[in-house]
């Protein structure tokens, strides 16, 4: 609590000079112009943030709940949602526990009568926890479920995080080009909804850019030991380690895979996308090629204004692409409310699905028919202990 | 082959942790007649206070590691003190210390969640890299990671420790004793309740060494690690012969080799159905374990 006013108080101090610089025409987040300022809202209007604070997920849900605290800031002192009107959020910790997210979600919509939700981090938390808020009419919007079929729940789920099918084949397609990859070796987790459906579409694209899988492996949620699977995948000698795991295994399985011997690349999915992960891993990390929704190298204005602010707010810490999307996810929450003019359920939802182009971190972002992301993904390499573009290394080669 | 002698390797290393782990289950089951089901939180407790010896107060792994063992065999003895001993004065049936232990456990992994929320803001943090040469050793076609050499070594050596101080120094013999049967080792004029204590010391400070080892193997340190090898343990312990020392390790390396070799084979999924599979056709045919005895000459 202490750390959370803390925070606050540093937002606030860094945004009284952004607010003012706002005459120099300097590009600020939110539909300003778009949409009037709402008159009919409440002076206080509630949303719910359900993210694994705890557990081994909490590598994610930290970050996001940061993001989301530093938005909702943002939101309320520049009377985003009018003169007057704060934007509250009441967390709840889902511990990347199917069971505790149901709980959560429960909590939040029959109890407290939020009238939105972001979250919940996993997407087998959302599996289990969505269709509560579809039953209830009340929008859902995932911030970090990458799996696929989040938003078939019902048309109260929306999602700002890409999945994996719009990331993976941009990934492998790139990857393959740059490497001239013809023979690969796979390990996944077959027991979480996100690394499997990671694999299927790795599986897919690898196929359509002709590479061969050489050997399969797999590991459960929590394992620490990755050395039986290792041995058997790298005894294949392949020329690239593609793995669809979350960041706790992954950061395991690159320094496991590298005290192995292997030197090569290692290509995986959305979870290996985080700073945790390369500082856990340190050297090892080498070489790491990850697609993601976003890249702190972004060019984007929005973009590095965030990066800035993250950076003020929480003590230098740099935010990671889970805390981008939690943060565009809240301003996107935010907006459909301003655009309604309505903290009803209903009224946020139909407002949701309508926002096109809104500028943001992530690049101009747009909601597909199916409520799902629709912004242009970046490919990038471990470099030095942190992400580099691949493209733009690339071309300065 | 290569692929093979590695898995062996492989096997054993993780074996060498989970058989330190079940000795001090082994120890305090053969001495009290007691699980002591928060064996688990004294291993979390010792890879928490190696990390933050190491980590926050920069002290060199040689002087961490002795006092995260002391310190997890302090745990270990206050756990007799709060979980075990006002139970027993009260003449309170073994299955309720064995839940007064499942409790003792819980609140040692929530102390240690305050404690790790409040110096790492997390649930997990990692062991500094480096401390241990990862440079590996080729020999052949073989890769070894020095760490996993260490393990199996260190293990080895305090199993050898703790055999030769129970056979033969008095303290040993006093828990034997104890172990036979309580009151008439009182009779004979052995203290007993300075017998659990230490009994509960020894066991704490080899499961604090496991749990430091297996945090400077796999480098990640959380509050949960405990629940990683709580089951793994009783199954080893049980597989090797509840109560025996050599049964114990025996079994540690057992379940871990069947582990490895399942998952190197049929993939991680089948690895708990083929080691608890096992498990039960053993039970069947010899209810006792590997290396268990009639319960008449226990330890």
Known sequence: MVRRVFALILVLALLAPAVMAQDEEVLQMGFWEECEDPAGLPETVTIGAIFAQSGAASVYGISQSQAVDLAVAEINELAYLGEGVTLEVIYADSAGDKEQAIAAMTKLVEEDGVVAVLGPTLSSEAFSADPIAQENGVPVMGVS???????????????????????????????????????V????????????????????????????????????????????????????????????????????????ARQAGYTGPIIGGNGLNSPAVLTNSGEASEGVIVGAAWNIASPEALSTAFIEAYSAAYEDAKPDQFAAQAYTGAWLMATAIRCGDS???????????????????????SFDEDRNPVHTPVVQIATGGAFAVLGAEMTEE | M?????????????????????????????????????????????????????????????????????????????????????????????????????????????????????????????????????????????????????????????????????????????????????????????????VFV??????????????????????????????????????????????????????????????????????????????????FLLLLVRPQGLLGQPDSTRT
């Open chain 1, 185 to 256: 070796a796979v390990l996944y987790g077959n027991d979480d909804d996100f690394t499997i459906s990671g694999y299927d579409v790795f599986v897919e694209a690898l196929e359509a850019n002709y590479v061969e899988i050489l050997a399969e492996a797999t590991f459960a949620k929590g394992d620490v030991d990755f050395s039986a699977q290792l041995t058997t995948l790298l005894g294949t000698n392949p020329e690239a380690l593609v793995i669809s795991a979350l960041a706790a295994e992954a950061t395991q399985i690159i320094v496991q």
């Open chain 1, 343 to 365: 903290a009803e359920s209903l009224a946020i939802r139909d407002s949701l699905a309508e926002i096109v182009d809104f500028p943001s971190p992530l690049g101009m972002f």
């Open chain 2, 198 to 279: 230490t009994t509960f010391f020894i066991a704490g400070a080899l499961g604090g060494a496991a749990g430091m080892l297996y945090g400077l193997v796999f480098l990640n340190v959380s509050p949960f690690i405990g629940s990683d090898v709580a089951l793994v343990g009783l199954t080893a312990i049980v597989l090797g012969g509840l109560g025996s020392i050599n049964g114990a390790v025996l079994g540690g390396i057992l379940v871990a080799a069947l582990q490895t070799f399942s998952t190197a084979i049929g993939g991680s999924s089948y690895r708990n159905i083929v080691v608890f599979g096992i498990l």
């Open chain 2, 2 to 194: 290569d692929t093979f002698f590695q898995q062996l390797i492989n096997a054993l290393s993780l074996g060498a942790i989970y058989g330190l782990f079940a000795l001090g289950y082994a120890l305090v089951f053969s001495v009290l007649g007691v699980l002591n089901l928060a064996h688990s939180a004294v291993f979390m407790t010792g890879a928490f206070f190696g990390l933050v010896l190491i980590d926050k107060l920069q002290l060199p792994l040689i002087v961490a590691f002795p006092l995260a063992m002391i310190g997890a065999g302090l745990v270990s003895v206050a756990l007799e003190f709060i979980a075990f001993r006002p139970l027993r004065r009260r003449g309170a049936p073994r299955i309720s210390q064995l839940i007064s232990s499942i409790g003792a456990s819980i609140l040692l992994v929530s102390i240690t969640q305050l404690l790790f929320q409040n110096l790492y803001g997390g649930t997990d943090a990692y062991f500094p890299r480096g401390l241990v040469p990862d440079e590996p050793i080729l020999l052949g076609g073989l890769r070894i990671v020095p760490i996993r050499v260490i393990i199996l070594i260190a293990a080895l050596g305090m199993m050898v420790i703790l055999q030769a101080v129970v056979s033969r120094t008095q303290i040993g013999q006093h828990m034997r004793a104890v172990a036979f049967n309580q009151r008439v080792a009182a009779l004979l004029g052995i203290n007993v309740g300075r």
């Open chain 1, 145 to 183: 479920n990458t799996a696929a079929g989040i938003t078939d729940m019902g048309d109260f789920v929306f999602r700002d995080s890409l999945p994996e099918s719009a990331v993976i084949p941009g990934t492998i397609a790139q990857a393959t080009e740059a490497l001239s990859l013809t023979q």
